[in-house]
């Protein structure tokens, strides 16, 4: 009885959270990718409620839970579109949904035709393969897109989308506890599955509301931009010369520019009269380090350290933001790297020598 009471429970309160989420998701229409998961919410919606009434119904009908099998994997379409319109904003259009959704509708029909073993190992087949599929796919444009940000950006807080590496993670076991689910029908391993079904899409959402979806669009496209010209350079490839070297670092430096958050490569392109292929070239192949990591260097050698040594009762937020960090978390990040302590325990050590000065 203690297992159904928590299947039940934890079905109940999938759907109400789907429900209220999907609805308050779609009311909003802020940005597109919020409206898209409000109806990827409502789906969600429908297979929890759809298993609430399987377990009150027909549990152990082998016919209804070989049915219900095909019907899940349906659900493989809504993580391919969270992972392709994170990784790549626009991606998701009607036509790719149709065409992603029609073979698990031709699988479902199948089921209603023929209960051979055969079918059902075919599907488990096409559905894992077709899923992770995406998901490397997804990663590589992720990989991509973190290296253009990372070459063209000093604050990245507001647009990073690495996040997804860890959810396509939590994906792949979530995947392997649904086939084990679908092999036993067990109510406790069922209710564990939703749990981390739960899981998984909260952490999405915290990540979601993050994200500055209008600025991340942008960055992708010139991403893509930035991709054609440097196929038009390997076509016509020219000398590399950096008339900006030794120019460029003294300006950053001396008029203090990586103490504007907002930091780009495109301003530094306006101020150096170049393009950012040969900026974000410079960095990569002379100085061997990104844009992102040097402006923050900059921010804790030139910023954060001279700030803490002058003014120990500073607080780490205050010293972070004059620093040019729009987040403390990042500050942290910046300055453990750098120096291999945390602030707090540079702090308490209140150091008098600066060797990275």
Known sequence: MAHFIFYFFILGFATAYFFIEGLHLLSARKFRFQHILGWIFLWWVLMSFKDILLGLTLWLDETVSRTIYFMDGCSAVTYIILFMEISSPGWVT????????????????????????????????????????????????????????????????????????????????????????????????????????????????????????????????????????????????????????????????????????????SDLVVRLCTNRTYISSYFSEVLHITFYEYINQMRIRQGSLPLMRRHPEYTLEHISEQSGFRSLSTFRRAFIKETGMSPMEYKKKRMTADPWE
């Open 94 to 265: 009607r036509r790719r949904v149709l065409l992603l959704g029609l073979p698990f509708l031709l699988f479902v029909a199948g089921a209603f035709v023929t209960s051979a073993p055969w079918l059902q190992w075919i599907y488990t087949i096409f559905f894992v393969t077709l899923t992770l599929y995406y998901i490397v796919l997804s990663t590589k444009n992720t990989i991509r897109y973190t290296k253009h940000l990372r070459s063209h950006y000093s604050n990245t807080d507001y647009t990073d989308i690495s996040w997804l590496w860890a959810i396509g993670a939590i994906l792949v076991v979530m995947l392997l506890l649904w086939l084990i689910v679908s092999s036993f029908n067990n109510p406790w391993l069922d209710g564990s599955y939703y749990v981390l079904m739960i899981l998984f899409w909260q952490i999405v959402m915290v990540h979601v509301k993050k994200i500055d979806h209008i600025q991340q669009f942008n960055i992708q496209q010139m991403c893509q931009d930035e991709e054609k010209e440097e196929q038009l350079l390997s076509i016509k490839p020219t000398p590399k010369s950096y008339p900006f070297a030794g120019e460029m670092e003294r300006m950053i430096k001396q008029e203090q520019l990586y103490l504007n958050p907002e930091l780009s490569v």
